[in-house]
């Protein structure tokens, strides 16, 4: 499996940004997604999963601001961000697995991308 996220930057407080996760080596449309962040100095906490037929779950902290979508075509998750606020402010991966116990428990992360939130 590969996973490579992209789209973050610096963003102002309020504003939005959208990120990308390509994945493969994987059956995309039959695996679970999620996207996790991690802060300095904090554990890496999940932020939004969507299942293989598009239910989606979110963090109480992002909830009403992020959304999280899949398109099976193009093998691809993203995470809308909106009104983001500095606590946003995180190196975000995206993670796969069959099941979201199983993505929970996977050891491969794949490369992050960059979002800073400026006040």
């Known amino acids: 499996v590969q996973l490579q996220a992209s789209g973050g930057g610096l963003v102002q407080t309020g504003g939005s940004r959208r990120l990308s996760c390509a994945a493969s080596?994987?059956?995309?449309?039959?695996?679970?997604m999620g996207w996790y962040r991690q802060a300095p100095g904090n554990e890496r906490e999940l932020v939004a999963t969507?299942?293989?037929?598009?239910?989606?779950n979110y963090a109480d902290s992002v909830k009403g601001r992020f959304t999280i979508s899949r398109d099976n075509a193009k093998n691809t998750v993203f995470l809308q961000m909106d009104s983001l606020k500095p606590e946003d402010t995180a190196v975000y991966y995206c993670?796969?697995?069959?099941?979201?116990?199983?993505?929970?428990?996977?050891?491969?992360w794949g490369q992050g991308t960059q979002v800073t939130v400026s006040s």
């Open positions: 080596g994987i059956i995309f449309s039959n695996n679970v």
């Open positions: 969507i299942s293989t037929g598009g239910s989606t």
């Open positions: 993670k796969t697995g069959r099941t979201i116990a199983l993505m929970s428990r996977s050891a491969y």
